[in-house]
């Protein structure tokens, strides 16, 4: 048997990790240590489910536990991790109510996050799931039974996301606290969200903050109390974000003094020697900002966790900074982005200019009539692309994979709109929108003419 190597949770970070750690080293004896009973879950298909487009929560779980028992990698189920020392590279544990030790010669620490809660008065008794893990859905999905008023408090992708699917069945209020539910957009791409959102039912709240919880004699949920108004609800959804999971490391790691979690460099590895962290308890690159950034992200997740997994057996691997790229469906439209939005460029002393277009989704002769919406931030001076948001009833979600790939390679506006893509008269007309997009931005830049 050769080395061991410890990961402490059994999500998409710590579970990449260990299959690419057996890969790696197929000698490695692998142990994942998970604190719940259901590992490998797919949080981004929650929302699915309260669509009742997925009939059974548990179909959100990606593999069951065999499913890693036969890639040769031991996956413990209900152990929690209550301490580590990477001194003595033992980690503290308790399961069934007793304590026990683990020994590693390599950790990897994929804690994960839980959700933040707000905490306000008379948030206990029931009516509240603040929204993250599959014992939030649980309790979520049993708690709706019979109610028809909910209210979702946070906005952001997850935010709309839910509040989205929740309004197939129910009346929906979407509080949030900023002045618009995804911050950053521009206002023509905001405009086409928020009339979609409100033509599903939901019921849009800005600038309002939650003050309390109001109950009935009976202790029973009857309303949201904000800083604007009283909300009637049966039920309230929080997801106003993450905190990372990092109790269990008592200081041994060096953390993230804004976000609390874990300081990594792009081969993860921590503070420690031996120790690699990755995942939604972790740090990132950001290929377009300094520093270290905390961009809790189910695919980015998998990434981090597989280049942990490598260099834990002994490889050779470097995460890619990120560039926060991030994909929704509003059930009827698409929401998208990647890199920086003109406020973020600003904020980080990029000379910024946003453009902003709508551009037809198929040919002239193809009806309806679809549009995509887009905007892309560029650096005035190099004309470098900084960042794409795109929304629209289809053809969203994969584009902005290609917009992503332009601003990894690190494409001007002039370049950019010139890319070789596909011409297919149902799904992507001889000027794609992405080539509209830039050939526009370009003009705004002194460059191409129209």
């Known amino acids: 048997m050769g080395r061991r190597i410890l ?40 929302s699915y489910v309260l669509s009742g487009r997925v009939k059974k929560l548990s179909r959100v779980q990606v593999h069951p536990p065999e499913y890693f028992t036969e890639r040769g990698i031991e996956l413990r189920t209900g152990v929690t991790v209550t301490e580590i020392d990477p001194v003595r590279r033992r980690v503290g544990t308790e399961s069934g109510g007793g304590a026990g030790e683990e020994a590693y010669d390599r950790l990897v620490y994929c804690a994960g996050s839980r959700a933040r809660k707000i905490e306000v008065p008379r948030r206990t008794g029931g009516g509240v799931t603040a929204l993250h893990s599959y014992a939030d859905m649980e309790k979520l999905v049993g708690g709706l039974e019979g109610k028809s008023g909910v209210a979702v408090i946070g906005g952001g992708f997850s935010g709309m996301s839910v509040a989205a699917a929740l309004a197939e069945k129910r ?14 957009l521009a206002e023509e791409l ?9 033509g599903r039912g939901v019921r849009l ?20 109390e904000t800083d604007g108004e009283t909300v009637a609800c049966e039920y309230a959804v929080e997801l106003v974000g993450v905190i990372p999971n ?12 804004a976000s609390g979690a874990v300081k990594v460099d792009g081969r993860q ?8 962290a990755a995942g939604d308890c972790a740090t990132v690159r950001h290929a377009l900002l300094p520093g270290h950034r905390y961009v809790p992200n189910g695919a980015l997740a998998n990434r981090c966790g597989r280049t942990a997994g490598c260099n834990a057996a002994g490889g050779f691997s470097k995460s890619t900074a990120t560039l926060g790229t991030r994909a929704t469906e509003l059930y009827g439209l698409e929401l998208a982005q990647t890199g920086l939005s003109l406020v973020e460029a600003k904020g980080a002393g990029y000379d910024a200019v946003e453009t902003v277009v709508q551009a037809p989704l198929h040919a002239a002769f193809h ?24 929304t629209g009833p289809y053809g969203a979600n994969l584009r902005i994979n290609a917009a992503a790939t332009v601003i990894a390679a690190g494409m001007d506006a002039e370049t ?23 050939r526009r931005t370009a003009k705004a830049l002194g460059g191409r003419e129209e």
Do not use: Q
């Open 7 to 46: 990961v402490v949770g059994g999500n998409a970070a710590g579970l990449s990790a260990a299959a690419r750690a057996k890969r790696e080293d197929p000698r490695a004896e692998v142990v994942v240590l998970e604190a719940t009973e259901t590992p490998a879950v797919s949080n981004c298909n929650f």
């Open 171 to 184: 009346s929906v209020a979407l509080i949030f606290g900023e002045d618009a539910p995804v911050p950053g």
């Open 190 to 198: 905001l405009e086409v969200v928020k009339t979609h959102l409100e």
């Open 205 to 224: 709240l800005p600038d309002n903050r939650v003050r309390g919880y109001l109950r009935d004699g009976a202790g029973k949920l009857t309303s949201v």
């Open 246 to 257: 990092v109790e269990p490391l008592g200081g041994r790691l060096e953390l993230d003094a």
């Open 269 to 276: 590895c921590t503070s420690e020697d031996g120790v690699f």
């Open 367 to 390: 009806l309806p009539r679809a549009l995509l919406t887009c905007s892309a931030v560029a650096e005035r001076g190099t004309g470098r692309i900084l960042g794409v948001r795109l």
């Open 416 to 438: 950019a709109c010139g890319l070789d893509y596909a011409y297919h008269p149902h799904s992507s007309p001889v000027w794609d929108p992405l080539l509209v997009l830039f």
